[in-house]
């Protein structure tokens, strides 16, 4: 962190700064399913505004195929999302298209934002090539990262991008400093007792933090794991339980039952659901609860149970602190969400330090009314996740590593 350069020990005024935000907002409809991370590009915005520079917004939204022109329709930053987002909160916006209008737009009206379109409508962001990093730094002298959900991404303007800046002229924004200083705390000084809080469907992108947090030792340790989600039913099947109709592949068998090993030597306990909520025919809006080891096969499962939440209750509210990531069920229906607000309740209420990080989990959080009640929530996914495991995320992560080069 030493070495990063922060924006506010640039000399931004009078200059042109782009900055590289994630603007990557759940949308349904081409409405704005959550602003969390809109909200949180803000103070940025506002500091070079404020100390008279120019802000060139760049960002990517959705995972867009160029070939399909209603992928293109449905994330273009253009008019329908994010620049009326934007003009709510009393931004004066101009839009760019093209990498020729952002040129000519770029030296306009320093006080108005300039947003960029998409940068994943250009297939160089995805197969990063320098003509296209060159082409994005003539938009700006400065370059801040400040799209900390995308540090573990190789795309252009994530990496390649920041070496045509030198260290004076680049540097993070206000968002990616205080996610590197909280995250750095949580991975290196947790206060035990330590509690790991995980669920929703991706056991894989998990891994690297969980062995992390087995391995560490004794004072950085997690002291308890809880598992919901269909990560919680993925360490089920791997101790012969049938749970519903769900089906895992042999690899992710094998890793859970690894992690269940290296629990044991670690001497953490990993908590795995007592009881689940599971419906019999798909959107059906009737919840039966079983006990673990009477689910029907053909049932699915929708969410944790009553009993469990009753188990993982007291372990986090005796936490000191509390890493949470993804929910304890298919939380977007109501019907299946009581797992994931009970856990989401106790996490806000609890007494330690909590952090939650991934979009669901912090979309639920926002839903349930409890999100200001969480010490610190990330606006991470994947990144949040490779930045607690690894060794050093200042060497792993693109992103991080780009700025350091
Ligand atoms: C995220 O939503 O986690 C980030 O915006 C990264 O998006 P990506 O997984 O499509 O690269």
Redesign the pocket.
């Known amino acids: 962190m030493k070495q990063l350069k922060k924006l506010s020990e640039l000399e931004i005024s009078g200059k042109r700064v782009f900055v590289r935000a ?1 603007l ?1 907002v759940s949308l349904q409809n081409k409405q704005i399913l959550n602003d969390f991370r809109l909200q949180a590009i803000v103070p940025t915005i506002n500091y070079i505004i404020k100390n008279g520079g120019k802000v060139i917004l760049a960002s ?1 939204l ?2 867009p195929n160029l070939e399909k022109t209603k992928d293109l329709g449905t994330t273009s930053l253009s008019t329908q999302i994010l620049i009326p987002w934007f003009e709510k909160q009393g931004y004066a916006l101009d839009f760019a298209a093209d990498l020729a209008q952002a040129e000519q737009k770029s030296h306009h009206d320093l006080s108005k934002v300039l947003l960029i379109e998409n940068l994943r409508f250009f297939k160089e962001e995805k197969e990063p090539t320098d003509a296209f990093a060159q082409q994005l730094a003539k938009l700006a002298d400065f370059y801040i990262n400040d799209a900390f ?2 540090m573990h ?1 190789t795309d252009t303007s994530v990496t390649l991008l920041a070496h045509h800046f030198d260290r004076n002229h680049r540097g993070i924004g206000f968002l990616v400093e205080k996610e590197i200083e909280t995250l750095t705390h949580l991975k290196n000084k947790p206060e035990q007792p330590f509690v790991l809080v995980l669920g929703g469907s991706k056991l894989n992108d998990k891994i690297p933090m969980i062995e992390r947090f087995l391995q560490a030792p004794e004072p950085i340790r997690a002291h308890t794991i809880l598992i919901g989600g269909l990560v919680a039913q993925a360490f089920l099947h791997a101790q012969g339980y049938i749970v519903g109709e769900a089906t895992f592949d042999e690899q992710t068998i094998t890793t859970a039952k690894k992690i269940i090993a290296l629990a044991a030597q670690a001497q953490v306990s990993i908590m795995l659901p007592s009881d689940l909520r599971v419906i019999s025919s798909e959107g059906s809006t009737t919840t039966h609860v079983y006990a673990v080891d009477q689910i029907p096969a053909q049932d699915i499962v929708v969410d944790i149970g009553p009993k469990t939440e009753a188990m993982f209750t007291p372990i986090i509210a005796q936490a000191k602190t509390i890493f949470a990531n993804g929910t304890m069920g298919m939380y977007e229906h109501p019907a299946y969400a009581k797992g994931t607000r009970a856990v989401l309740d106790v996490i806000a209420e609890a007494k330690g330090y909590s952090v939650i990080g991934g ?1 669901d989990i912090t979309s639920a959080a926002e839903r349930c009314g409890i999100a200001q009640d969480i010490d610190f929530c990330s606006t ?4 949040t996740l490779a930045f607690l495991g690894a060794k050093n995320p200042f060497e792993e992560l693109p992103g991080l590593r780009a700025l350091l080069q």
């Open positions: 994630d990557n990517h959705g995972r959900g995308v991404r979009g991470g996914g994947g990144a």
